[in-house]
């Protein structure tokens, strides 16, 4: 892509500014996706009133400068307010009242992989390369039919808080993967597990640990202080993945036993059930952890290429059971809002600012490798890219 394609992103002094900015620049890609939205659930006859409900519940578990980053957005959008405020906080609910089978669907995404660097390769693309750090992929699967656009988002450092990159849903505040400017990786597998007799207004959301742990840790210890600060009751179930320059480490956080089990070591993979501790396990979450873990088991050094290999595997598939989803041939509407997809795919190493990604299935997209506080292109800025693949 011509450098004229691309563009950097200057230092703003508050939240409200960054947010502003960033949906500006993705306000195209999320006023489409709420427009649809709001067709489907007018043709459906869908009352939001219950979701909306949910969602204001959520908003107001945020920290301070996250609400005032929504709220800079909400200011922006020239959109159905009510219905942007269910695609932020209550899209998984939404998605399931629109499938027509009342499946929600969230808990049955993503798959992740850690490799340390004991057994992880220098990147072949750059042999001068140094030995790298800790490596970590994510697939992200989402409910929706693709109606949340995904962009590389990009926050530099504000006031004492340190900027990251991510590739995450457009027009949302919440980040599920991401990497700061001190060379922290953090990303998440989400469990269907969290305390029912936890107000929703009192419970931190996945999204919203992932981007505090982004903007206020350097290190794997730090973000592991972050999290012993928090009652476990107040999370929700979910594997953190956490990697720095030296040091990888995989939490399974289950707020219902009120524990965190760690696991440690050269390789180790999680799709969405605990490996150490109980919860549910769903087939589809079995499948893609079985696949994951005989293709770890068959690999001496692991690198870049062979987690984008994992990353694009259609063995149990391509559908709901394989590592890269995509739609099962006999899902046919409205029970596709039900479908869980692969939307994006990124691979991280600790240590590093950068992000290698795919935008939509990786076993057709193009992966592009962007670094925080270099050029990236505008088309993954501002969802344009996602918009073209419908």
Same mark, same amino acid.
């Given at each position: 892509m011509d450098q004229s394609e691309s563009e950097t992103i200057a230092r703003v002094d508050t939240f409200a500014q960054q947010a502003r900015r960033r949906a500006k620049t993705e306000r195209a890609a999320v006023e489409w996706a709420i427009d649809e939205l709001g067709s489907e659930i007018t043709i459906q006859g869908i009352d939001i009133d219950p979701l909306l409900e949910k &969602?204001?519940?959520?908003?107001?578990?945020?920290?301070? =400068?996250? =609400?005032? #980053?929504? @709220? #800079?957005m909400v200011e922006t959008f020239d959109v159905d307010l009510d219905i942007y405020e269910v695609y932020v906080f209550a899209y998984p609910e939404l998605c399931g009242a629109l499938s027509n089978d009342g499946s929600e669907g969230g808990g049955g995404g993503c798959a992740n992989v850690l490799v340390e660097p004991s057994i992880a390769t220098s990147d072949a693309s750059r042999p001068d390369a140094p030995a790298t750090g800790p490596l970590v992929l994510k697939n992200r699967d989402i409910t929706g039919r693709g109606l949340r656009p995904k962009s590389i988002i990009e926050q530099p450092p504000i006031d004492d808080y340190h900027g990251f990159l991510s590739v995450d849903s457009c027009g949302t505040v919440s980040i599920f993967k991401g990497v700061n400017d001190r060379g922290l990786v953090v990303a998440n597998t989400n469990i269907d597990r969290e305390q029912d007799d936890v107000d929703r207004e009192l419970q931190i959301r996945n999204g919203t640990i992932v981007r505090r742990i982004l903007e206020e840790c350097a290190t794997v210890t730090? #973000? =592991?202080? /972050?999290l012993e600060s928090i009652p476990t009751y107040r999370l929700m179930g979910q594997t953190l993945? /956490? &990697?720095?320059? @030296? @040091?990888?480490v995989i939490l399974e956080i289950d707020p219902i036993a009120e524990e965190t089990a760690v696991e440690a070591g050269p390789v180790a993979t999680r799709t969405n059930h605990f490996v150490l501790s109980e919860s549910p396990a769903t087939e589809s979450s079995t499948a893609r952890l079985n696949r994951l873990s005989s293709l770890l088991e068959d690999a001496d050094r692991i690198g870049r290429d062979e987690l984008w290999r994992f990353a694009r595997d259609h063995v149990n598939g391509p559908g709901d059971d394989s590592i890269c989803r995509h739609p099962e041939p006999e899902t046919d509407e409205p029970n596709g809002f039900g479908q869980l997809t692969t939307a994006s795919s990124a691979v991280f190493e600790g240590g590093s600012p950068e992000i290698e990604v795919t935008i939509g299935n990786p076993c057709t997209a193009d992966r592009v490798r962007c670094s925080l506080g270099g050029e990236v292109p505008s088309d993954l800025r501002t969802g344009r890219q996602w918009l073209a693949r419908r």
């Open positions: &969602a204001e519940q959520s908003r107001e578990s945020l920290p301070d =400068r996250h =609400r005032r #980053a929504y @709220d #800079a730090e #973000a =592991r202080t /972050l993945f /956490l &990697a720095d320059e @030296d @040091d990888g």
